[in-house]
């Protein structure tokens, strides 16, 4: 392993924040013209034979897939990409590296990205793993073997 100065829990916290309200916004600005007024349209709940409000419902589908696949797809492109950073990171002035200090595959974002949000959604207080780790590495950072660094 080669000599990094490691993120700070603090700027990887504040780093996600910054990305849920960029990634938030972006799928709020794509989404609500193509299916969120789509959900709105005939829809008379009164009538519980009406098979509007099936459709309706069923709308909101896509939306759901697009909120979920939207914000993984955003972090594998990003930090896979040469700036191993999405926006929060770079902002942050922070960098994910493998333990050559090289940037991750294609593999092994996939697999980082998916072991954080599965990981997260079964219980949020693995966010305070790197706190008692001294190499500051979450769940997903020692899956695949990578460090959250100061660029």
């Known amino acids: 392993m080669l000599n990094f100065t490691f993120a700070g829990y603090g700027n990887r916290i504040i780093a996600q924040i910054i990305d849920v309200i960029i990634v938030g916004f972006a799928v709020s ?4 013209p193509i299916f969120g007024f789509s959900i709105f349209s005939g829809m008379n709940v009164d009538d ?21 696949v939207g914000p993984v797809v955003y972090e594998v492109l990003m930090i896979s990409s040469a700036k191993q950073a999405t926006f929060g990171k ?26 954080k949000y599965v990981s997260s959604q079964l219980c ?22 990578d460090f959250v660094i100061r660029s």
Do not use: C
Not at 51 to 68: C, E, H, K
Not at 97 to 109: F, M, Y
Not at 124 to 145: G, M, R, S, T, Y
């Open 29 to 32: 600005i794509i989404a609500m």
């Open 90 to 115: 770079m902002l942050m002035k922070i960098k994910v590296v493998d333990e050559a200090g090289l940037r991750l595959t294609l593999g092994a974002a996939i697999g980082r990205t998916l072991i």
């Open 124 to 145: 949020i207080l693995l966010w305070l793993w790197p706190l008692f780790n001294d190499k500051e590495q979450a769940l997903h950072d020692l899956a695949v073997k």
């Open 48 to 68: 519980p034979s009406d098979i509007s409000a099936l459709f309706a419902g069923l709308a909101i589908l896509p939306l759901l897939l697009f909120a979920f």
